[in-house]
């Protein structure tokens, strides 16, 4: 299920690892420096997808491959694509309009995801899509939310993985790219990157 598919020139179907990080290089999206990740991880390498998601054809592509991956790894029905906020929310949408099924979201309500805006049946099939995971920490509190509300979390996905596979989510983790970058504990910083000022470009605290 994980792992980068064969790259295909003519820009439709499936996209391989360097294809995804080639448009986030157009986007100016790969920035290096010293920073403080949403999962409070330590990072050289931020993937500002922000970058990405303002070109809409950018995300497009991305989304549309991704949902073909869905779409073969998904057995049966999907009722709905659930986008954790604020990272999952353009993602979620773009990825639900290629499968044609809606998008929701949750959001954090006194420092836990909520399903504020919507209501779905006990039993509803949902994927949940992400933008890019790296402890998996946000698609598990929105699996803990969905599944509180009786619903069947199928699978999860993700524009990139940035643990290359690593991260157990608790349900099969569907991603477009696998892109490894080194992540360290604050208190376990290399001295070069401890002599560099940290930056906080994330959402966890919305």
């Excluded at 290089?25 to 500002?48: N, Y």
């Excluded at 070109?55 to 073909?68: F, I, N």
Aim: aromatic letters at 6%; glycine letters at 10%.
């Amino acid at each position: 299920m994980r792992g980068a598919s064969t790259a295909n020139h003519s820009g439709q179907g499936k996209m391989n690892t360097d294809e995804v990080l080639g448009i986030f290089r157009e986007a100016g999206a790969v920035l290096e420096g010293h920073f403080i990740l949403t999962s409070g991880l330590r990072s050289p390498v931020f993937l500002q997808k922000a970058r990405v998601f303002m070109h809409a054809d950018k995300t497009e592509r991305l989304c549309k491959a991704l949902a073909e991956k869905i779409r073969k790894a998904v057995p049966g029905k999907i009722d709905y694509i659930v986008g954790p906020a604020i990272g999952g929310l353009i993602p979620a949408y773009e990825t639900s309009r290629h499968l044609g099924v809606p998008a929701i979201w949750v959001e954090r309500e006194g420092g836990e995801f909520r399903l504020r805006r919507f209501e779905i049946a006990p039993g509803s099939r949902v994927v949940i899509v992400e933008d890019i995971v790296t402890t998996g920490l946000s698609i598990r509190e929105t699996i803990d939310c969905l599944r509180a509300i009786g619903a069947e979390v199928v699978a999860a996905a993700c524009i990139i993985d940035r643990s290359a596979g690593k991260t157990n989510v608790g349900v099969p983790l569907i991603a477009l790219a696998e892109y490894e970058v080194p992540a360290y504990p604050a208190d376990r910083l290399p001295p070069e990157l401890a002599a560099i000022p940290a930056i906080k470009p994330g959402s966890r605290n919305i």
